[in-house]
């Protein structure tokens, strides 16, 4: 249980508190910790949408999943993510996305009633996860941005000028292998490396592994829509 506590305390929710003071909170809260295997789903749209999750260990995708067979990834979330902030409080009856772990994961689980028991008990953990909702509305207005452009070199460029300005770094680290993020801007892998190997030939970047080094904003810049 300690353990388990001081994990909770590295979550953007709990934060603020003291790991005695998120145990007092939690002592007749009921949760639970489940653990998932690599490729396990954790939510999908058959299950009912009243449980928020937070990742203690592992990663997960959230994906749409058409009928075509076409998987789009949305994101890719790590330890210490909410998982399902969006949908938990909506009015649906079912997750929108299929979650699924993208390793071996350990997930601490609450359902809605208890989590509005945490919200009563403290406003700021209530308010930390509005910011949370928020946030990722944005950040999902950033996948729709993407999405909606016509050339490939153009998602590239907006995802490579996003992460630049949120890492407010030119070299960026990708969480994520180069798999996951031809899924997120909705190409193909070989697509995706073929255009990367473009844009280091025009000096515009340089990559390794997860590393991708900028090395003109502008050249970048000319590449995505105006």
Known sequence: MDSMIRLLNKC????????????????????????YKKNEVIFSPHYPADTLGIILKGSIDAQKIFASGKVITVSRRFPYDLIADVSVFANINYYPSTVLACENSHIWLINKANLLKLFARDHRIM??????????????????EILSLNSVPAKIAYFLTMEQK???????????????????????????SRELKKM??????SCHKRTIKIHSLEKLADLCPH
């Open 12 to 35: 953007c929710l709990f934060s603020h508190l003291s790991v005695a003071e998120i145990e007092g909170l939690l002592r007749d809260v009921a949760s639970s910790i489940r653990c």
């Open 127 to 144: 308010v930390k996860f509005l910011e949370t909702v928020s946030n990722r509305a944005l950040a999902l207005n950033n996948v729709i």
């Open 166 to 192: 949120k890492q407010k770094n030119s070299t960026i680290t990708l969480k994520f292998p180069k798999k996951s993020l031809a899924e997120q801007i909705n190409v193909s892998r070989p697509t995706l």
């Open 200 to 205: 280091q030939l025009m000096g515009i970047i």
